[in-house]
């Protein structure tokens, strides 16, 4: 049975909407997945603004957060329709869309671990037609998992190789890392998959705040590699308790926030730090994460490590964790056959198919739950598309058997 998923990822981006056309061959885990169609929609500038407004925050407007909330959603179906307009696809064609939306807020540390996503999925579904399958990560979090990384049970299937162990790294907002043995286990029961470290949250946040928004990331990384390395700044950030957590972890993403970067911006303007210094040692800081991460946590006998995300194209970054890694050799998905920038996106079509077809998705082994659990919650499409979704759900159900 041959059936096609959209997939949507934003994550805690403030850049556009990633959205993955993927088709999905059989049923459940030993469904294939190949991707038909790959966009981009980025966010206006005006966006940019309001959706920075909101998440730098500590404590934003209940009104404003409502209002994104809703203007995202009207995004998300842009994105949709720009996807089946470049794809020359119907609607019809298409089973439901996967939504995580933007991370407003996620602290499963708490003693009543919380998440919350914007971008309304009633307005997606209003204005595509689709069911929208949304929320992922909640109830991975209500039987005590971290609700990251989901995606890591897909991330098998697309990249795991029989012949070497791998490791997935993910440079998005956050680093998180993906180690794919070569002998994988039932549920991924030997896979060990985690979030490293903050990233390109941090070089973003500092590019704002040090142009005052002229500049929205250092692209390439050439600001950075014109600086400085203040040392002393990077193994003080390297105390964070975070680092030292032991898996499943998530980054405790207010405590890098906007008052961690400030503090930076601060200290290395103490030690004489210029703008190129701030982001040379940032991306140090980021790159060392990373590394400990992989050389404290990860089974040993890594043969190559295979990127994606956004940062990628920061060179100077890459050039880091080459040396810094060497000599495991370092290699972009894009040699894989899959766009780096398309991986989260496409993972998330990848759960989307598994939740219709009734098949956990959250394995305990990773995310540190209780239970697998079928995740998301569904939002109709129009009358035929969801009939056709209840319908597929009902076949999948084994029926109980009558009493006697």
């Not at 100077?316 to 996106?345: H, S, Y």
Request: glycine fraction near 8%.
């Amino acid at each position: 049975m041959t059936r096609t998923f959209i997939g949507l990822a934003s994550g805690s981006s403030l850049f556009g909407v990633d959205a993955a056309l993927v088709r999905v061959d059989g049923v459940g885990e030993s469904a294939s997945l190949k991707l038909e169609h790959f966009t981009h929609l980025p966010h206006s500038r005006e966006l940019r603004e309001l959706l920075w407004s909101v998440t730098a925050s500590t404590a934003p407007e209940t009104r404003q957060v409502a209002m994104v909330h809703r203007v995202l959603g009207e995004t998300y179906a842009l994105a949709v329709r720009q996807l089946l307009q470049e794809s020359r696809r119907n609607p019809q064609d298409v089973w439901c869309v996967a939504c995580p939306g933007l991370t407003l807020w996620h602290a499963p540390e708490e003693r009543f671990a919380a998440t919350m996503q914007l971008g309304m999925p009633s307005v997606l579904a209003e204005r595509t037609g689709l069911t929208v399958i949304s929320r992922l990560a909640e109830r991975d979090l209500a039987v005590g998992g971290k609700g990251v990384p989901l995606t890591a049970a897909i991330d098998a299937k697309l990249l795991h190789q029989a012949q070497e162990h791998r490791v997935h790294l993910h440079l998005g907002s956050v680093a998180t890392l993906v180690s794919l043995p070569a002998q994988l286990g039932m549920n991924g029961r030997n896979i060990v998959a985690f979030e490293a470290a903050p990233a390109t949250m941090l070089l973003d946040g500092l590019m704002r705040l040090l142009t005052n928004g002229r500049e929205q990331y250092d692209a390439g990384g050439k600001h950075a590699v014109q600086g400085r390395c203040l040392e002393p700044l990077v193994e003080r950030w390297l105390r964070n308790h975070f680092f030292q957590e032991r898996p499943p972890r998530c980054v405790p993403r207010r405590e890098f926030g906007q008052e961690f970067l400030s503090r930076a911006i601060e200290q290395a303007r103490r030690l004489d730090g210029n703008l190129h210094d701030v982001l040379c040692t940032m991306t140090h800081f980021i790159a060392s994460a990373i590394v400990h991460a992989i050389r404290t946590w990860l089974p040993a006998g890594v043969a190559k490590i295979v990127l994606s995300g956004r940062g990628v194209r920061n060179g100077f970054l890459w050039n880091l964790l080459e040396q810094k890694l060497a000599p495991i050799p370092l290699e972009k998905c894009d040699a894989l056959g899959l766009p780096g920038e398309a991986i989260r996106a496409i993972g998330f079509a990848g759960l989307a198919a598994r939740t219709l077809d009734g098949t956990p998705t959250n394995w305990p082994a990773i995310t540190g739950a209780s239970g697998a659990r079928v995740l998301g919650q569904l939002t109709p499409g129009t009358s035929d598309n969801w009939a056709r979704c209840l319908a597929w759900m009902a076949r999948q159900v084994t029926p109980l058997p009558l009493a006697a």
